[in-house]
């Protein structure tokens, strides 16, 4: 067993997950020491949870074409780590799924991440991960923050590629004009890398 297959049964057996443990469900999260991107996401959404496989859906088929890689590319953890903010689907809220239990990601992260030592560009997608991991130095909305992207590296913001923030993308051309070329270029470069 490696260091994540360790801390992955932990959170299976951790009392704050029995109610997931006991639907049948595994933490969803991937990666290796050699993971060169890291995708840092909200939570699984149902289909993900289901499938076993994370952004297995409509949002994850826009990221991957954003981030400029194949299915295969985004799913080789040789390549990719993909780590929510929480491990499990956390069910279905009045406006889309319900936001990730807040402690989850304090408790987990600092080893999962000390366990991907090849990452070199992080992939922030969508607020909770945003407010997380750039704390004081995001800024005031999610637009701006996605807006300022390059100057968070070796973060490197999004917005969520739901279908619900379909009316934000076509509010903010420059997104796709810009930000995507750039995300792809990094992504490319972090890869080669």
């Known amino acids: 067993m490696d260091e994540l297959d360790i801390i992955r049964q932990e959170i299976i057996e951790h009392p ?40 297995s859906d409509v949002s994850g088929r826009l990221l991957r074409s954003w981030l400029g890689v194949t299915d295969a590319t985004f799913y080789d953890s040789e390549k990719f780590a993909l780590l929510p903010m929480d491990f499990y689907f956390p069910g279905k809220g009045p406006s889309g799924d319900l936001p990730p239990r807040p402690d989850v990601a304090g408790l987990w992260h600092p080893r999962i991440l000390s366990a991907l030592t090849g990452v070199r560009l992080t992939v922030l997608v969508g607020a909770y991960s945003q407010r997380y991991y750039l704390r004081g130095e995001k800024r005031q909305s999610v637009t701006e923050t996605v807006r300022a992207a390059e100057t968070f590296l070796p973060f490197f913001p999004l917005v ?9 993308r076509s509010r903010n051309a420059w997104f796709e004009e810009e930000t995507v070329v750039r995300l792809a270029s990094e992504v490319q470069r972090a890869l080669d890398a």
């Open 160 to 168: 969520h590629p739901s279908p619900l923030a379909r009316g934000w």
């Open 16 to 55: 704050s997950n029995a109610w997931a443990t006991e639907r049948g469900w595994t933490p969803l999260f991937t990666g290796s020491a050699r993971s060169r991107v890291l995708v840092i996401g909200q939570a699984p959404g149902r289909v993900a949870q289901e499938t076993g496989l994370a952004w």
